[in-house]
């Protein structure tokens, strides 16, 4: 009796969330599939043309090349923050968190709409360098790769940052000690002591960052203006203008399935569980 009263409270634990995510989430997955599959004709007609269009072809060129680049600066960056607020800034570090959780209370609309008031031609960005004497015409930052990625990087860069300072934080300082003790530059005990001991947060920072900017949608959209059309803003351009729910769909599900790869061969070098779940 004991045994089944475990089960039936384990059961009564668990079914009202898988039915959640059978609702929410599985159910509209298969939907996606079902209509790449069947709109506007039965078949697979719709990866043909996405697979022959050279079009599709740019777009998810260009939505990996800005996903990586957007990767690599915000890990970059993200570092430096990182190890300076876990090793130096002692006294503030309460405030430089706090301003590295800021973002998070403000809508990526709101932060791309003020990107666009910094980066346009007659911006705060290109006022004050004509103000300096430093250009003579405005520098171009939007509606190109340029104004993306500066975008980007702000909205991705605190989720580069938090997996590497709880990484960084978790790391005992004697080491570096022990390594400045036994006669070691202070460069060659972080290049050999300390730095191999953050790679997993760097991997964890990089892995989040990646796959979010695969599929983001709003700040490529209105800092691109059109001409920086990645996977995601492709597939709105197919439903909203043409009406093509089939070949939309068929997007969708290629860039899940990339996605999902991504994070398969991510699995073999980091710990997903630990990465989604404790950052979440």
Known sequence: MPRMNEKLRYWMLVLPALAVMILFY?????????????????????????????????????????????????LLLGYVLAYTISNFATRVRPLMLGLVLLPFWVSVLIRSFAWIVLLGRSGLVNDALMDAGLISTPIRFMHNELGVLIAMVHVMLPFAVLPMLTNMRGIDGSYMRAARGLGASEWRAFREVYFPQTLPGVFSGGLLVFV??????????????????????????????FLNWGLGAALSVALLVATAIVLLVAARFVNLRKTFLERS
Request: hydrophobic share 50%; charged share 10%.
């Open 26 to 74: 599985i159910w509209p997955v298969l939907n996606i599939w079902g209509i790449s599959v069947t709109e506007p004709s039965a078949g697979l007609g719709n990866y043909t043309r996405m697979f022959d269009s050279n079009a599709v072809r740019v777009s998810f060129v260009l939505t990996f090349r800005v996903a990586a680049i957007t990767t690599i600066l915000c």
């Open 212 to 241: 979010l900017s695969l599929g983001f949608y709003i700040t490529p959209a209105l800092l691109g203006g059109g001409r920086v059309m990645m996977i995601s803003e492709y597939i709105t351009y197919q439903i909203q203008e």
